[in-house]
Structures are given as structure tokens and as C-alpha cells.
């Protein structure tokens, strides 16, 4: 399992949907889920991929089909090896991990954000409805936005998470955003996670 993998799956399988606990609306309100048609297929097309970008820190990721607009911090490795989350008090703030692929450039980028905290929704509450063809923007510190399009929406028991599909190498340039999701209980949150495949087709 590749250091970047075992460290994302620790982490936001760490998620517990502090704000469905916390209201009793576990059984009734849950964040949209993706249907199995979205799903990553043997025939993805990567057809309108253009050649990677140089490495450069990203600062923003705009998802607009989900009029997500959040700042990026860098997130490294706790003591126990597991990925550093964004603080909980953020609900607006997402994070990539900062020893891994930069958004653009060649390889598998890794970007994650709550679902959700003690005051509501958070940042990828909506991540479950991003469907195949949108586009994902991650402005970098270059002066480059990268644009990356969409070709995957999965959501994985935390129990059977395939890494290497996720995590995994690439000679593209490609970005995973994940967040929690799947089952949920009351007692240990989320089971799983939401997570998008999505790789670059355009700058500016």
C-alpha cells in the first residue's frame, strides 16, 4: 500500500459526521451519494488530457457545478503515519497532501475536506453529486489554474477501500478528491468514502 494511500484512507475514515450525531438526524439526513452509473469504467476516456504541469503548491479549489470555492492547505503526516485533516473549527477549508503530487502536475494529486461539522454541511458535503464531465479548478501559486475534468464518482466502504485504484501512480495528471461518506452510525460515524477520479484537460 503506497504511503500517500494507507494515509488517506486513515484519515478521513476518521470522519464521524459530527453534526448529524450531534442533532439526532442520523436516520433521516445523510449527503448526497453517487449513483453506481458514475462510476469509474474500463472504457474512461481520457482522450481530452493534455501533457502535465510543472509542480506548483495549489492554494484554491473551485468545484462550480457545486459553488465550491475553498481555500487549500497543505496537510502532512501525523506521528502515526495517518494524513493530517483540515482543522474542524473550518468547515470552508479543504486540504491536499503536501508531500505528494502537486493538482497539474504528473501523477495522482490527493485533495480531502470534511462532510460536514457540529455547525452543518462543510466544505464536500455536496461531493457526492458531482457527476462525470464536470469540471474540478485548482488554482496554483504559479499563476496557473489547472482544470481537470471529471471521469469518476465512487463511493467506497472504508472496510474494502482500493487504494492502489485511488492512490495509485499515473502517467496523466490526475486529482482525487475525497470526503467522507457511504454508511453512517451514530456510534462511529461514517463508513466510508466519497470519492472523485477526475484528470487535467485544460489551464489558464
Partial sequence: MATSGRAGLVALAACVGVWLVNSGSGE???PPLPSPAEALSGQASYAASIDPLPGSPPVRIRIPSLRVDAPLAGLG???DGSLEVPPPARADLAGWYRDGTTPGASGTAVVAGHVDDAGGPAVFYHLGALRRGASIEVAREDGRTAV??????????????????VYGPSPRAELRVITCGGGFSPRTGY??????FAHLTGTY
Avoid: I, M, S, W
Wanted: proline fraction near 3%; aromatic fraction near 6%.
Fill in 28 to 30: 433521516t439526513v445523510r
Fill in 77 to 79: 503526516l501525523e506521528r
Fill in 148 to 165: 481537470f475534468t471529471v471521469h469518476a464518482v465512487e463511493v467506497h466502504d472504508a472496510r474494502a477501500f482500493p487504494d492502489e485504484r
Fill in 191 to 196: 463508513q466510508g468514502n466519497v470519492v472523485v
